[in-house]
């Protein structure tokens, strides 16, 4: 293994890329242990720093993770989910959902503020898990006023995506308002989610309005962080 000292590109961003190509080219599959610091520096014919600095850009980068005592190895790929999709209103993924529940609720005071309902008023609770490959990634609560989906069929609401629902009765979904913020799995999110208790997970909050800028869904999404990761590209 070498690297050219003459290019522009950083050392250790030389390095990083090196295992990149080797991850995504297939020459290096998940479980896969990489050489130690210390051999690396060999190899390479550079610092300490250097290498370590690499790696640690691989572990924020999710491409290898590091066991005390052990080494560090190639992880697992993370699925990539266009965070563009959730403000127009797509599916975040092409993923399976099974309905876990569905039922009217007494909506609490502060679902309520969100949806500009009145006092006592219910909604719709409906709770899926997402899944890719069998896989699940996503649990997610959402909150429909009681008006909108009423006269919605029980088989229609588990087999049909939210936004789908939505888009037929609105035609149009005008706006969202959205909110992304890392929290710790509970024990319901770790049971469904197949993660543990207190695992990293990317929590998601998505207020969507219909073209009379009436709000008509309150989603609050929970993500595996450890499987996914979220992208945008502009424009």
Do not use: W
């Not at 789908?164 to 509970?186: C, M, R």
């Not at 998601?204 to 999404?221: A, K, N």
Request: include cysteine; hydrophobic fraction near 40%.
């Amino acid at each position: 293994m070498s690297i050219d000292s003459t290019n522009y590109v950083p050392l250790y961003v030389q390095i990083k890329n090196h295992f990149i190509e080797k991850i995504e080219g297939g020459m290096l599959k998940p479980g896969d242990m990489i050489p130690s610091e210390k051999e690396l520096c060999i190899q390479f014919n550079v610092s300490r720093i250097t290498v370590n600095t690499a790696i640690k850009i691989l572990v924020n980068e999710g491409y290898v993770y590091r066991m005390k005592g052990k080494g560090t190895f190639i992880a697992a790929p993370k699925h990539k989910l266009d965070a563009y999709n959730i403000v127009k209103f797509a599916e975040t993924l092409p993923a399976d959902h099974k309905t876990l529940s569905s039922r009217f609720v007494r909506a609490s005071k502060e679902i309520l503020a969100k949806l500009e309902l009145p006092e006592k008023s219910r909604v719709l609770h409906i709770v899926r898990l997402k899944l890719l490959d069998n896989e699940p990634l996503i649990i997610e609560n959402s909150y429909l006023p009681e008006a909108i989906c009423k006269d919605i069929s029980t088989q229609k609401i588990k087999d049909s995506y939210i936004h789908a629902i939505l888009k037929e009765k609105y035609q149009t979904l005008h706006k969202a308002s959205i909110f992304f913020e890392p929290v710790l799995a509970n024990q319901f999110q770790a049971k469904h989610l197949k993660a543990d208790i207190g695992a990293p997970l990317l929590y998601c909050e998505r207020l969507t309005f219909s073209e009379y800028d009436t709000p008509v869904e309150l989603s609050r999404g929970f993500v595996r962080g450890d499987k996914c990761r979220f992208f945008l590209k502009y424009p």
